[in-house]
C-alpha cells in the first residue's frame, strides 16, 4: 500500500512560521521524489517545491522563505515556511513520482491540508 498524509497546517498569522510533514509509505526517497503542491480557491494548482535523491526545487515565490528537507529514515519530507504571507494561503498537497531528478511526473497525491495565513 501506498499513501501520502499531510500534517502540521493551521492557521498563523502573516510573518509566521509553519512546518508541513509529508509521511509516506510504501514509497522509496532513493527512488521516488516528493512534491508540495498548493492550490487556493479559484486558481490552479500550483508547484511548490520538489525534493528528490539528487535534486531540489523552489518556485520562485517562496525562494527565501520555504525549505524542503526529507528524512529517509522516517520516509518523511518537510516544508518549512516562514514569513508567511496572506497569498500563501491555500490547500497544500505532497505527491511522489518515481525519479531521482526533480521535477518527475506525480503519480500519487496526498488529500491535502489546510494553510491560512491571515490577521
Known amino acids: 500500500q501506498q499513501q501520502l498524509v499531510e500534517s502540521g497546517g493551521g492557521l498563523v498569522q502573516p510573518g509566521g512560521s509553519l512546518k508541513l510533514s509529508c509521511a509516506t509509505s510504501?514509497?522509496?526517497?532513493?527512488?521516488?521524489?516528493i512534491g508540495w503542491f498548493r492550490q487556493a480557491p479559484g486558481k490552479e494548482r500550483e508547484g511548490v517545491s520538489c525534493?528528490?535523491?539528487?535534486?531540489?526545487n523552489l518556485v520562485d515565490s517562496v525562494k527565501g522563505r520555504f525549505n524542503i528537507s526529507r528524512d529517509n529514515a522516517k520516509n518523511t519530507v518537510y516544508l518549512q515556511m516562514n514569513s508567511l504571507k496572506p497569498e500563501d494561503t491555500a490547500v497544500y498537497y505532497c505527491?511522489?513520482?518515481?525519479?531521482?531528478?526533480?521535477?518527475?511526473?506525480?503519480?500519487?497525491w496526498g488529500q491535502g491540508i489546510q494553510v491560512t495565513v491571515s490577521s
Open positions: 525534493i528528490s535523491r539528487i535534486s531540489t
Open positions: 505527491a511522489a513520482g518515481l525519479g531521482w531528478h526533480c521535477p518527475v511526473k506525480y503519480d500519487y
Open positions: 510504501g514509497f522509496s526517497l532513493d527512488y521516488y521524489a
